[in-house]
């Protein structure tokens, strides 16, 4: 069984960094695209970044362009997502996901495996 498991959440002040990890177990994942995706209280779930297999392709939401990266690790079916200069909005549970295709797609229909989430919380 497919199984996410996302950490590295915490709280920080603006302007400070946090790492997301995502470990991946129950597969083969590395041929598929995976992204990171976000749900702030009240709001929706959005997309954050996506990763095709080996960087081929990297989508970045404009909200946190330049601010965050996308890395993976193949060998140890991980990703991982370096968050600088944080700001207050960007406070939120945190999800990582494994999409259906290779693909950095932004909807979440396009994924069908997601961890249970990691809240960041970023203070002013």
């Known amino acids: 069984q497919v199984q996410l498991v996302e950490s590295g959440g915490g709280l920080v002040q603006a302007g400070g960094s946090l790492r997301l990890s995502c470990a991946a177990s129950g597969g083969t994942f590395s041929r598929y695209a995976m992204g990171w995706f976000r749900q702030a209280p009240g709001k929706e779930r959005e997309f954050v970044v996506s990763?095709?297999?080996?960087?081929?392709?990297?989508y970045y939401s404009d909200s946190v362009k330049g601010r965050f990266t996308i890395s993976r690790d193949y060998a140890n079916n991980s990703m991982y997502l370096q968050m600088n200069n944080l700001k207050p909005e960007d406070t939120a549970i945190y999800y990582c996901?494994?999409?259906?295709?290779?693909?950095?797609?932004?909807?979440?229909?396009?994924?069908?495996?997601w961890g249970q989430g990691t809240q960041v919380t970023v203070s002013s």
């Open positions: 990763m095709t297999y080996m960087g081929r392709n990297t």
């Open positions: 996901a494994i999409a259906k295709w290779d693909w950095p797609s932004t909807a979440e229909t396009a994924y069908d495996h």
